[in-house]
């Protein structure tokens, strides 16, 4: 394929995109919930990809294009600090720790608890699927 | 005119700094961490106050939403990963929503913190994109939301590990859940280290956690502000 053949294609996919993006904006503006439009315009999609209404052909290029280039995109609305210096204050070293020690917290106990849940869950396949082999093997003796 | 060059300086910087990071990659060399490292700085010294630089970087800052909406893209390209551990991975994701955003909210009480700054943090293990949008959906300040976003990312890629240690977290599946729920893109980079499954878990939690959490924060702010 043409290069430029390959910058059309990949425009009018993300012309798609904006048309799921805006789609999330219309849900929100209708229903006033307190949710981003672009997770809702998100959730739209995946579930046209999943019903097939959409074949992933009609994204893939763009959306791969705008996650390529995803953290430009959040550099305008990250240079905003310069008008919140109240982050070198006291209440904001606060905000830091708090922030911190959070997220230690949230990777130590879902770290145990998900592992506890994993041997669970693995154990309950395997009996399952040991279940079904008597099941068979009773069959075949009748 | 101001507005272009606003533009082209950003996308300027940003390859750059992406070029950097290509050569060395460490994870402080992040290209959305350099570039606003230079930006700042500029900003400041060339006496140009935000809303003037908005006035082109509001044309990047549009590709924000459809950007999120490509995230299904490699949600729906890794479902089957889903498959094996549906119950692990699921709850998995929900106990790291939850326990985020108590343990945060209870530490910020303790501290006397306005409502204005915990809903700033609320949002700060979720991909920076939606984070921000959580954050601006909640009533939260976001581009300090952004910062906070970037800490626990920073977080989980050095001090991670040593919670594996102490939680005798072993398991590739839930070092990638609790990587992936609660430090994002930045956490799972420090994944690579461990395996290929660490990193395929924590890139998908860090999806759905994205989505979960989007869901989640909002419903905590109606109950509990």
């Known amino acids: ?142 | 005119m101001k507005a272009t060059i606003f533009i082209i300086s950003t996308v300027v910087i940003f390859y750059l700094m992406s070029l950097l990071h290509k050569k060395y990659s460490y994870p402080y060399l992040l290209p959305i961490l350099t570039s606003t490292i230079i930006l700042i700085p500029l900003l400041l010294i060339l006496d140009i106050p935000y809303a003037e630089y908005m006035e082109g970087g509001q044309y990047i800052q549009h590709l924000l939403g459809p950007a999120v909406v490509s995230l299904a893209y490699p949600l729906y390209n890794q479902r089957h990963l889903i498959g094996k551990y549906k119950y692990t991975i699921l709850s998995g994701i929900l106990i790291a929503m939850i326990s985020g955003l108590i343990s945060v909210f209870l530490i910020s009480l303790l501290f006397k913190l306005e409502d204005s700054y915990i809903l700033t943090a609320l949002p700060k293990s979720l991909t920076t994109p939606v984070a921000m949008q959580v954050s601006e959906t909640i009533n939260g300040i976001p581009p300090l939301t952004a910062v906070l976003v970037m800490i626990a990312g920073f977080v989980g890629a050095l001090l991670g590990p040593f919670m594996y240690k102490l939680g005798k977290i072993t398991s590739p599946i839930s070092r990638g859940i609790s990587m992936g729920s609660a430090s994002h893109g930045v956490g799972i980079s420090k994944l690579k280290d461990y395996g290929e499954e660490d990193l395929s878990i924590g890139s998908l939690s860090m999806g759905l956690s994205a989505v979960v959490g989007a869901v989640i924060c909002p419903v905590f702010v109606w109950i509990f502000f």
């Open chain 1, 1 to 142: 394929m043409p290069q430029y053949m390959q910058i059309i294609r990949t425009i009018v996919q993300i012309l798609i995109l904006y048309v799921f993006y805006y789609m999330g904006v219309f849900v929100i503006e209708v229903t006033h919930l307190p949710l981003p439009p672009s997770i809702v315009g998100l959730l739209i999609l995946v579930v046209c990809l999943q019903l097939k209404w959409i074949k992933v052909e009609y994204i893939q290029d763009g959306a791969g294009f705008l996650i390529g280039f995803m953290t430009l995109f959040f550099i305008p609305p990250m240079l905003g600090i310069i008008d919140y210096p109240e982050l070198l204050s006291v209440k904001g070293s606060i905000l830091i720790g708090a922030v911190i020690i959070s997220t230690l917290f949230t990777i130590l106990i879902t770290g145990i608890l998900s592992q506890k849940i994993g041997k669970k869950e693995m154990a309950m396949k395997e009996e399952n699927v040991r279940g079904e082999d008597t099941l068979e093997s009773n069959h075949l003796h009748h």
